[in-house]
């Protein structure tokens, strides 16, 4: 009987660490210093980032096609950026807690989640 054995190793890329696939569609990304959101490779990057309230997240589409950070319906706080161009930003401030999952209405497999504690 043979075993094989697979060994997992983590990247470290330039700006922040490298995202590996969590589930959030896509491939790797550079993860953005926090408490902000990259969008890269049809994807957030990375999938869920945890703040505390009074936060700004702002999202930076580091891909080469639009995308749109929008909160999931039913949030108690709500959030569009409309149309986010290749190199756009978009900032929300976080003013209670709470989980809160968003989307990219352009791309059906593209979710994140922001955790406010």
Known sequence: MRLA???LIGVVGVGGAACDNDGYGGGNCTSAS???VNIQNTRFCPGTRIITTGTMVTWTNLDGTSHTTTSDGGSAD???SGNLVP???FSHQFNTPGTFAYH???HASMHGTIVVN
């Open 5 to 7: 054995r697979w060994i």
């Open 78 to 80: 709500t959030w569009s």
């Open 87 to 89: 190199s756009e930003t």
């Open 34 to 36: 926090a408490p902000n």
């Open 104 to 106: 990219c209405s352009f």
